[in-house]
């Protein structure tokens, strides 16, 4: 029952270092999202993947660029850490995005702290 | 998607049934009431959604108004591990680049005690 698999679960950068966040979800579903939670506020998207071989800026896409792989596996980099990305991201995936009646299933997150 | 309103925390004990309410007054009517809550240091997690009628399975019940301008979330007997914060959502059809988009609001952070 792995459902949605992130790596790594922790990650300290230094500002202008770049990495790559990992997810990887064994339900084939279509859909995949990248979100990312601040203190204080709910979760925002930064991307998504409506299908494989798609990708669509969400609401807060500057800094960041997304791979989807292949149907199972979605990546979010950071090309130069900045400490304003410093955040708890969570991949999340679904059926199919445009069905309003399916939910989303979410891995446990990437805790990023940039210096 | 439309907005919803939920309080800002709940108290519960432990084996109590807990009633967590969330308004939606301009819901459209192909608008679905998703719940999802999150646990301390994880990613949320789906609890149940509902289009008209009252939903059960076997984490919660939810219970929609005749108007659906208002659901409630039912935890039937509470646990310790229930403790987390509860988001109502509701999502509609989707398109453009709200794509599927979950929008979380600040929930209902539910305390258990024992």
């Known amino acids: 029952n792995a459902g949605v698999t992130q790596t790594p679960k922790f990650q300290v950068l230094k500002t202008g270092q770049s990495m790559t966040l990992q997810c990887a979800q064994d339900m084939n579903h279509n859909s995949m999202y990248w979100y990312r939670q601040d203190p204080g506020m709910g979760l925002r998207l930064i991307y998504y993947s409506a299908s494989e071989g798609t990708t669509d800026k969400g609401e807060v896409p500057n800094g960041y660029n997304v791979s989807r792989l292949n149907k199972r596996e979605f990546s979010l980099r950071l090309e130069s850490a900045a400490p304003s990305q410093t955040s708890v991201y969570f991949c999340?995936?679904?059926?199919?995005?445009?069905?309003?009646?399916?939910?989303?299933?979410f891995g446990d997150g990437t805790r990023l702290s940039i210096l | 998607d439309a907005k919803t309103t939920q309080p800002n925390s709940m108290e519960s004990n432990e084996e109590e049934p807990v009633h967590l309410p969330c308004n939606h007054s301009t819901i459209s009517g192909t608008d679905y009431i998703h719940w999802y809550r999150q646990l301390p240091s994880q990613g949320p997690e789906y609890v149940i959604h509902?289009?008209?009628s009252n939903v059960n399975n076997r984490m919660a019940s939810l219970a929609i108004a005749e108007d659906r301008k208002s659901s409630t979330l039912i935890l039937h007997r509470a646990t310790l591990r229930d403790a987390a914060v509860y988001y109502c959502i509701l999502r509609g059809n989707a398109g453009g680049t709200s794509y599927g988009k979950l929008t979380f609001g600040q929930g209902t952070i539910l305390t258990v005690h024992p």
């Open positions: 509902g289009l008209t």
């Open positions: 999340a995936s679904s059926v199919r995005g445009s069905y309003s009646n399916q939910p989303q299933h």
